[in-house]
């Protein structure tokens, strides 16, 4: 995450930077502000380095990569309300070596490597271009602005399958048999107990359709890296006001008070959330909870077959745990 604070006709007034999960956003500024227009035109280039540890990008097996997505909030000077930034889809520049792609909604943009290769990256004087106007910025208002980065997969398109082909409880199938069910395209998936049928096995109602827009797994999408830290969830808190940050602060390992919280171990991932929880948090980033399809085509991966009775860490190996109080 990195903060700054500045006038968008005036210069850098301030910096800080703080590191969690091995992505680090540093060395902001801004810079090329246009006023030309309607209000509705008027930019600023929103300038970052970034870098993060085993990245990687390849064109063989699961043909995916890694990468960050990074998202700006802003607020005017003299309030509390911390609002989203809006990113134009075009107009951005990464560094040499990197690929930018900004979502459809312009809520963030993904930075990735744009050619094959593995090993830590590091991308200096990256720029995102703000239509502040947009977001109801005047040209000579004073605003603080965050700039944060959460790693991230790319998973690529393609047909994979649901359930293992084992004897776990609650595994899809092709109907009532053992065998995996094949997600094939992007079209509704009816469900049911009868051949080309998903049946959930108790896991959800085995009628009814999934519609062809809810995310499936066969497009492409974005998964989280790694699970949400704890460094990333007081970043979240703090950028609440307090009434929002008290709802969702359900950890009690935080320190300090809000809008200062802090994380004693801020790379550690972070518990005692909950689907509410962990969808609020997505939804201040600019993302979305990834459904049981799309998590599923993940562990797997899209042209890998199923292995019974296989567990998302990629093995058949299972051990009890015993609690120690």
Known sequence: MKKIAFTLSATLMFCISIF?????????????????????THYTKVQFSINWKNSWRTSTNESNYDGAWIFVKFRKNGTTDWRHATINVSGNTPASGAAITVSADGKGAFIYRSANGI????????????????DGILDNETVEILVYGLEMVYIPSGSFQLGSGGTEASGFT??????PYLVASN???????????????????ATGTIPATFPKGFNAYWIMKYECSQQQYVDFLNNLDLARAIINRTPSIFTGTHPALVAPQPERGIGELGFNRMAAFADWSGLRPHSEL????????FNTPAVPNEYAWGNTTINAVTAIL
């Open 20 to 40: 969690a999960n091995d992505v680090l956003v540093n060395a902001v500024s801004l810079t090329g502000q246009t006023t030309a227009g309607a209000l509705n």
């Open 119 to 134: 090993g830590n990256v590091s991308y200096a004087a990256n720029t995102l271009l703000w239509n502040y106007g947009v």
């Open 174 to 179: 092709d109907g009532t048999s053992n065998t």
């Open 187 to 205: 079209n509704a998936i009816n469900l049911g107990t009868t051949a080309g049928t998903l049946n959930p096995n108790g896991n959800g109602s």
């Open 294 to 301: 799309e998590f599923e085509k993940a562990c797997r991966g």
